[in-house]
C-alpha cells in the first residue's frame, strides 16, 4: 500500500503565498507522477498542476504564473508553491500520485486525504 500525506494548507489573504507538501510512503518502487488538483464546493476536481518523473510539468491555465510544482524524488515528496493567492483558489487541495509499487507490474492511481486552502479578499 501507498500513502499520500499533505500539508501546509491553512487560511490567507488575497496576494499571500502557501506552500503544501506530499509525502508518498510504503510500497513504492517508482512514482511515475505527482500533481496536486483542487475541488472548490459545488464543483468538480481539477488539475492544478502535475510533475512526471521524466521531468515535465503541466499546469492549469488559472495558475500559470502563479503556482509552481516541485518534487524531491530522493524523499517521495513533491510541493506546490502558490503565490498571489486569490479568492477563488479556495478549494481543497489533494495530492496524487502515479506508482508502480515494489514488486508490482502496473501503476496505480493514489490520492492524499487533502487539505484546506481558504483565500479572504
Known amino acids: 500500500q501507498v500513502q499520500l500525506v499533505e500539508s501546509g494548507g491553512g487560511f490567507v489573504q488575497a496576494g499571500g503565498s502557501l506552500r503544501l507538501s506530499c509525502a508518498a510512503s510504503?510500497?513504492?518502487?517508482?512514482?511515475?507522477?505527482m500533481g496536486w488538483y483542487r475541488q472548490a464546493p459545488g464543483k468538480q476536481r481539477e488539475l492544478v498542476a502535475e510533475?512526471?518523473?521524466?521531468?515535465?510539468?503541466t499546469y492549469a491555465d488559472f495558475v500559470k504564473g502563479r503556482f509552481t510544482i516541485s518534487r524531491d524524488n530522493a524523499k517521495n515528496t513533491a510541493y506546490l508553491q502558490m503565490n498571489s493567492l486569490k479568492p477563488e483558489d479556495t478549494a481543497i487541495y489533494y495530492c496524487?500520485?502515479?506508482?508502480?509499487?515494489?514488486?508490482?507490474?502496473?501503476?496505480?492511481?493514489?490520492w492524499g486525504q487533502g487539505t484546506q486552502v481558504t483565500v479572504s479578499s
Open positions: 496524487n500520485a502515479i506508482v508502480i509499487p515494489n514488486r508490482g507490474r502496473y501503476e496505480y492511481e493514489y
Open positions: 510504503g510500497s513504492i518502487f517508482t512514482i511515475n507522477a
Open positions: 510533475s512526471t518523473s521524466g521531468g515535465r510539468t
